[in-house]
């Protein structure tokens, strides 16, 4: 896999109560990823940028809502969501990102 491919893979880690629960709860950290991303590849990204071992991936895609604006009806975009667990005595710190 091409690093430039695996530098555009990881869009964002998702901050919500749910995703703070999950992360407590069975050590997994959840991230917003593109669209067409694999599990081996979100798996090498998250290698290559925070310099820690992955033990597996869970992926789901979330279909966008239906939404109103105004008297038009419209929606919000699909978002792909991918929970990484880290290998025991692993820690993920955003603070040190390549």
Known sequence: M???RLMQIILAPIVTEKATFVAERNQQIAFRVVADA???????????????????????NQNGKQKRFG???G???????AYVS???GQKLDFTEVN
Do not use: Y
Not at 38 to 60: G, N
């Open 2 to 4: 091409k690093a430039e």
């Open 38 to 60: 694999t599990k081996p590849e979100i798996k090498a990204a998250v290698e290559l940028l925070f310099k820690v071992e992955v033990e597996s991936v869970q992926v789901m």
């Open 71 to 73: 008297r038009f009806m």
């Open 75 to 81: 929606r919000r975009s699909d978002v792909r969501k």
């Open 86 to 88: 880290l290998k025991d």
